[in-house]
T-cell receptor, first 113, second 114 residues
Framework: DSGVTQTPKHLITATGQRVTLRCSPRSGDLSVYWYQQSLDQGLQFLIQYYNGEERAKGNILERFSAQQFPDLHSELNLSSLELGDSALYFC????????????FGNGTRLTVT | QQQVKQSPQSLIVQKGGIPIINCAYENTAFDYFPWYQQFPGKGPALLIAIRPDVSEKKEGRFTISFNKSAKQFSLHIMDSQPGDSATYFCAASSTSGSARQLTFGSGTQLTVLP
């Protein structure tokens, strides 16, 4: 068990809809990262937060947004969903040192129909 | 732009074989190179990692070889077992401003036959 909790595990929704994915980081970790994993794209970095502040953005679409709350949990909001947004979404948490590993949750599988 | 290139995409070996997964990078700002192992239905988990000032690191049956001049690194799994069947991702880490970023390779699906 990595200590990172993601909910829900599965989500099925229709095109055009909006969903929210939730992540609780490992105790003591201030950084939260969001990754998208699809079959043909591997693990794509979306966005990073550190102690409530956005620190880095990767290949995140404008339809997607995220935030980290004072209790350090994070939410990833996906709107105007398209079929191509179907993927596994992983949250990871870590510390700030360079050799601190990222601890991944078990992901949320999003299916857009 | 893919900054970490990983090969092969898939690999099948017999039990006891030594699968080798290779990765190459271009960004010389990378300063930490971890490998992650992912089983179906689970998130990736850190397996082993190396810094660029070290040419080899061994942990149990897993060894990373690192060639800084060639900007390449590889994972060797000695005496592979069916339980090692998983997807393996190499990664490279760097600091951008105040943020530490991790860039993943595309993954290698390893199957170890009994």
């Amino acid at each position: 068990d990595s200590g990172v909790t993601q909910t829900p595990k599965h989500l099925i929704t229709a095109t055009g809809q909006r969903v929210t994915l939730r992540c609780s980081p490992r105790s003591g970790d201030l950084s939260v990262y969001w990754y998208q994993q699809s079959l043909d794209q591997g693990l794509q970095f979306l966005i990073q937060y550190y102690n409530g502040e956005e620190r880095a953005k990767g290949n995140i679409l404008e339809r997607f947004s995220a935030q980290q709350f004072p209790d350090l949990h994070s939410e990833l909001n996906l709107s105007s969903l398209e079929l191509g947004d179907s993927a596994l979404y992983f949250c990871a948490s870590g510390r700030s040192s360079y050799n601190s590993p990222l601890h991944f949750g078990n992901g949320t599988r999003l299916t857009v129909t | 732009q893919q900054q970490v290139k990983q090969s092969p995409q898939s690999l099948i070996v017999q039990k006891g074989g030594i699968p080798i997964i290779n990765c190459a990078y271009e960004n010389t700002a990378f300063d930490y190179f971890p490998w992650y192992q992912q089983f179906p239905g689970k998130g990736p988990a850190l397996l082993i990692a190396i810094r660029p000032d070290v040419s080899e690191k061994k942990e149990g049956r897993f060894t990373i070889s690192f060639n800084k001049s060639a900007k390449q690194f590889s994972l060797h799994i000695m005496d592979s077992q069916p339980g090692d069947s998983a997807t393996y991702f190499c990664a490279a880490s760097s600091t951008s401003g105040s943020a530490r970023q991790l860039t993943f390779g595309s993954g290698t699906q390893l199957t170890v036959l009994p």
